[in-house]
């Protein structure tokens, strides 16, 4: 089995930073690709930010976070963190991460998703 256990939200002030850990545990042959989605209430759930695995890890930003949120990794502990400078009242929401995840020689693809973690950014 896989777990993706999230940690890291809370409630900070406007400019405020926080930073979201999310580890993936289990039977994993190989990632990937880890990241973190997020969703306002009465939202759909939007990708933020995402990074692929492998030596080279090539990350992606939603428009609205660029240049304020930085993704990272630690390969060695299947663990990225997202730090979150600048907050803005409109980056409330549960961030939820994502693992993109081989469990074997096979090429198929499983998709995993953490429990959330919410984030409130007052103004």
């Known amino acids: 089995q896989v777990q993706l256990v999230e940690s890291g939200g809370g409630l900070v002030q406007a400019g405020g930073s926080l930073r979201l850990s999310c580890a993936a545990s289990?039977?994993?042959?190989?990632?990937?690709?880890m990241g973190w989605y997020r969703q306002a209430p009465g939202k759909q759930r939007e990708l933020v930010a995402s990074?692929?695995?492998?030596?080279?890890?090539?990350?992606n930003y939603a428009d609205s976070v660029k240049g304020r949120f930085t993704l990272s990794r630690d390969n060695t502990k299947n663990t990225v963190y997202l730090q979150m400078n600048g907050l803005k009242p409109e980056d409330t929401a549960v961030y939820y991460c994502n693992a993109r995840l081989r469990l074997g020689l096979s090429s198929v693809e499983y998709v995993y998703w953490g429990q959330g973690t919410q984030v409130t950014v007052s103004s």
């Open positions: 990074i692929t695995g492998g030596s080279g890890g090539s990350t």
């Open positions: 289990g039977n994993i042959f190989s990632i990937n690709a």
